[in-house]
């Protein structure tokens, strides 16, 4: 028999639920808010749990990863009586099984929560892997453990992988990190870097070729394909491959077989496919750059790489580490490191990602050099004027509701429309410093602000702003 | 060290400094070396022909982005190379290796380059990759 635990401050959702769950003959607990939830979870473990998005403490979504990380690890079906799938998208990168909407039915219930127990089951039931080898990526925030959890169940088989994410966010050691904790791992890492390949080379470099298939061709030689035999074949930067390269590389890809330029006789090799890119693959194959029967073979798994604007939380403690490192490197003692420079590397946005604040320490600390702390100054200078000039734009926007480009348009806008930008963007000022002084506490929020609970949850929500941002 | 000979007009400019390591100077690593040397001026050009002297140099702040271009004789000199690795965390690399044993390619795929070149292959082709890789 499992355990459920709804959370809804909505007493009939709770009912439902309860009612559902018991027919199945499975056991059902309700409680009406965050702080209860995680009481109850904390001294009791449940299979599934039900969580209501709008509670009368917080978001649902904001509190998904405190349950995740409980112990026992339950499966999370979201429920959410608003029809938002951007808050969908935001529950299941955040852990959850999956995301109901209300009015509540008996089969919007049933079959997720009986697919979230089979699914829990299998994965009792199956090995558990030996702790992963992170290969020196350093993070801990939500979207980084789901990209973790992604390279645990990528290892665990020999399915294609796909890794997406912007340059810089660490595509290569990911992969590399699938093929370390793969049973492929005493076996060859073969990289090909796409674009370092001449259109004129890729074809006999992945394949190789006989002796004599083009001029200069003196002696045979074994292509990458062939040498990735047993391990793995990384293709960093995927969508780079000629078109004509893909057509030749999906056949390997579904029959493990391929032809050296100039030989008559087929060759086998068992590898295990891990590409990377950091453009929009999708819209490639939309424009026919890409094939879509290559995109379809290759994401079998996919493993999305957030941007590191999207990860602040992460930026201490990867700057820390590298700083450590580089400081050892250098034969440097570790420096003190001032507010003002953490501030900074907060507030700009990182367009090169982690690769990029590696250098940027690197600048940091070559700046410094026997000064015993890092301030903003030690910074490169393009990075210090991004966060000066971002700082003076939000405050002369903060002075102007409509942008001056706008007067010099034929046409004024209507006032109705800069009226309306004007609210919004004050609005939105407002409720982030509001968030900001209360330390995101909802109580403190209303009173200060005379607004309804009700009412500030749905202007949070349409800025898609978090009272968790002003905990931080 | 830092290679020092004079400036021709036919070199073209690079985004990126070439970060040559040829611990030999026998055929046919000269003439890869060489092949190489005429691609890239000499301010865009650091040679090391010591590990250790590769190692200090990779040990101090870089305040630009380097390509590497690794000539590596023997399995010993692959060996040392790979002692480095976590010092090319960052740099695009070219590394030539002596032979196609498979125990030499298994350990240059440790390394992991983004090219994989052998001593006997065309410099014409590995000069054609190089090229594409410092844009």
């Not at chain 1, 796909?162 to 791992?185: C, D, M, P, Q, Y």
């Not at chain 1, 077989?257 to 890119?277: C, H, I, W, Y």
């Not at chain 1, 600048?363 to 903003?376: D, I, K």
């Not at chain 1, 000066?388 to 007067?407: A, F, L, M």
């Amino acid at each position: 028999m499992a355990k459920a635990l709804i959370v809804d401050d909505d007493r009939m959702v709770c009912q439902t639920i309860s009612n559902v769950v018991e027919s199945l003959n499975h056991q059902a607990e309700s409680v009406r808010s965050l702080e209860e939830c995680l009481q109850t979870v904390q001294s009791n473990e449940y299979d599934v749990i039900f969580l209501d998005v709008r509670m009368p403490d917080g978001s649902g979504i904001d509190f998904l990863p405190r349950i995740c990380k409980d112990p026992s690890s339950p499966e999370v079906i979201i429920i959410t009586g608003y029809g938002d799938p951007d808050g969908a998208e935001l529950a299941i990168k955040n852990g959850a099984w999956d995301y109901v909407e209300k009015p509540l039915s008996l089969r919007s219930i049933k079959l997720p929560f009986l697919r979230a127990l089979q699914y829990r089951e299998e994965k009792k039931s199956a090995p558990q892997p030996v702790s992963l080898r992170k290969e020196g990526i350093v993070g801990e925030s939500p979207k980084m453990e789901t990209c973790f959890d992604m390279v645990a169940k990528a290892a665990s088989n020999d399915a294609n992988v796909l890794i997406t994410g912007e340059t810089g966010t660490g595509k290569e050691l990911f992969a590399w990190a699938v093929h370390n904790n793969s049973s492929r791992a005493h076996k060859n890492f073969v990289v090909v870097d796409c674009t370092a390949l001449p259109e004129t080379l890729v074809e006999s470099v992945l394949f190789g070729h006989s002796r004599g298939a083009f001029t200069g061709a003196n002696k045979s030689r074994e292509g990458l394909i062939k040498q990735s035999d047993g391990g793995t074949l990384f293709l960093d930067e995927v969508a780079e491959l000629p078109l004509s390269m893909q057509k030749k590389f999906l056949r390997v890809l579904q029959e493990r077989k391929f032809r050296p330029v100039g030989s008559n006789q087929e060759m086998k090799s068992d590898f295990r496919l891990v590409a990377a890119t950091n453009q929009d693959i999708e819209s490639l194959m939309k424009q026919g750059k890409f094939r879509e029967d290559l995109l379809f073979r290759l994401r079998s798994l996919v493993i999305d790489l957030p941007p590191l604007r999207e990860n602040k939380e992460d930026i201490k403690k990867i700057a820390v580490h590298y700083l450590n490192k580089l400081s050892d490197r250098f034969g440097m003692e570790n420096k003190g490191v001032s507010p003002e420079f953490w501030r900074m590397l907060h507030q700009y946005d990182w367009p090169g990602n982690v690769r990029e604040l590696i250098q940027a320490l690197e600048h940091a600390l070559a700046s410094a050099q026997s000064e015993p702390t890092l301030h903003p100054q030690h910074l490169p200078e393009h990075i210090r004027i991004q966060v000066v000039r971002e700082s003076v734009q939000k405050n002369k926007k903060d002075k102007k509701p409509y942008k001056k480009k706008e007067i010099q348009r034929e046409e004024l806008p209507q006032l109705k429309e800069v009226r309306e930008k004007a609210v919004s963007e004050t609005e939105k000022e407002y409720l982030k410093d509001l968030i900001t002084l209360t330390g995101g506490n909802i109580q403190e929020a209303i009173r200060i602000s005379g607004l309804s609970r009700s009412r500030l949850y749905t202007l949070l929500k349409k800025y898609n702003l978090s009272p968790s941002e002003g905990r931080k | 060290m830092v290679y020092n000979y004079p400036e021709k007009e036919s070199w073209r400019v690079y985004h990126m400094k070439l970060l040559l390591y040829a611990s030999t100077t026998q055929p046919p690593w000269k003439k890869i070396q060489e092949y190489v040397k005429k691609r890239v001026s000499y301010k865009n050009l650091e040679l090391y022909q010591t590990i250790e002297a590769l190692k200090q140099r990779l040990c101090q702040p870089k305040e630009e982005m380097f390509v590497g271009f690794l000539l590596v004789s023997d399995r010993e000199g692959l060996l040392d190379i790979l002692s480095l690795r976590q010092l090319f965390l960052d740099i695009p690399t070219i590394l030539i290796i002596p032979d196609k044993e498979k125990e030499t390619i298994a350990l240059a795929h440790r390394f992991r380059p983004n090219f994989l070149g052998f001593k006997d292959d065309e410099p014409e082709k590995i000069s054609q990759v190089l090229e594409k890789m410092l844009g």
